[in-house]
């Protein structure tokens, strides 16, 4: 692709997913683990979440090589009691702890009612709300936190203290989709920030304040300063107890301790997770629950617009809608080509653009 695009790209996923895959097999990781990290990337795309989707490789495939975030398939299992498991992930990457504490804690939760399971020296997962639905989808209610680097003030403070810590609860649902709450506990993902850099665009004033606590609309200076709490104290004091769920009962990292996730590549990310599946199977409602999760959800579809609405959603419907809407194709902004198609040559994957020739401008 010619560097001075400025469209962005429509990428056929699968194509997507085989390149992506191809990179990080070239820098040691197994080809199936390859595979299901690449799905995971392009779903967020697919879903119109572009700041956890593919821009993220590039800074993968570096941790990778310079042996912050391991090869490894899986975490090791340092505490089994019951209904209460920790992982220690080993700086294995993300995606594919968090499909072993799902399993777990599924599994677990099938047999007592509901399991938690803590990971400690974790890695960045991609989208909480992906490892949520993976719970509902097998008849759990599916809680997933994360914590990360502090990235936030208190209110009226200038000082970061806290991560933006995301939360995601997923509801099986009898309907097409589950029903979801995915959120970060600031008023935008950094992930967001970086795209506008990359862009060359502003960002809205209300988003970020610099290094010395005054609001900001440069997306520069708002990474080299702190994000703001959604609602104020109430993100604020919900991203500190996640942050104590995630770390503190894994024993892992907590607050400073979790290192910038874009700081330097070969120091360890040491995040921590946390996932709880509830089966709601041993409720009284059973299969009704399902059921009435689908009825609410259409109410709220069906519920009456606002001048100008073309359509109200229900919780977890956009995103459906919008992985549906887009019919297996990315919409990739030219910089994340760019930097997909140099990651690319610098580990010695040959023809990639070829790969991607089902890539059109949009």
């Not at 990778?64 to 019951?82: E, L, N, P, T």
């Not at 506008?196 to 300063?225: N, Y």
Request: charged share 20%; hydrophobic share 50%.
């Amino acid at each position: 692709m010619p560097a001075e695009a400025a469209s962005p790209v429509a990428v056929d996923a699968q194509r997507l997913i085989s390149a992506v895959g191809d990179i990080l097999t070239a820098v040691g990781i197994a080809a199936a683990d390859a595979r299901l990290v690449a799905a995971d990337l392009v779903a967020a795309d697919l879903e119109g979440i572009a700041s956890h989707g593919v821009m993220l490789l590039p800074m993968y495939v570096e941790r990778i090589d310079k042996g912050s975030v391991s090869r490894a398939s899986a975490g090791q299992v340092v505490s089994d009691r019951g209904g209460a498991i920790v992982i220690d992930a080993g700086n294995a990457l993300g995606q594919l702890t968090s499909r072993q504490a799902v399993r777990l804690a599924v599994e677990r939760a099938r047999e007592i009612g509901l399991a938690a399971v803590a990971v400690r020296n974790g890695f960045h997962f991609g989208t909480a709300g992906r490892y949520a639905r993976m719970m509902a989808e097998q008849n759990c209610v599916g809680v997933v936190l994360s914590n990360t680097r502090p990235l936030m003030p208190a209110p009226g403070g200038a000082e970061a203290l806290v991560g933006n810590n995301p939360v995601a609860i997923a509801l099986p649902s009898a309907g097409e989709f589950p029903a979801e709450a995915d959120m970060a506990l600031s008023a935008t993902a950094m992930g967001k920030i970086r795209l506008a850099a990359a862009a060359g665009a502003r960002i809205p004033g209300d988003w970020a304040v610099d290094s010395e606590g005054r609001p900001t609309t440069d997306p520069a200076a708002a990474i080299k300063g702190m994000l703001l709490p959604a609602a104020g104290p109430k993100g604020f004091g919900l991203a500190f107890v996640i942050d104590l769920l995630c770390g503190g009962l894994s024993d892992g990292a907590v607050g400073a301790e979790v290192r910038p996730l874009y700081g330097d590549p070969g120091e360890p990310y040491r995040c921590a997770h946390f996932f709880l599946a509830i089966d709601a199977g041993y409720f009284p409602p059973g299969e009704r629950f399902a059921e009435r999760v689908r009825d609410q959800g259409m109410r709220v579809s069906a519920s009456k617009r606002g001048a100008g609405v073309e359509r109200v959603y229900a919780p977890g419907e956009l995103v459906w809608a919008t992985r549906q809407a887009s019919d297996g194709v990315c919409r990739l902004d030219a910089a994340t080509v760019r930097s997909l198609l140099e990651t690319a040559a610098r580990v010695g994957v040959a023809d990639l653009e070829a790969s991607l020739l089902g890539a059109r401008e949009a």
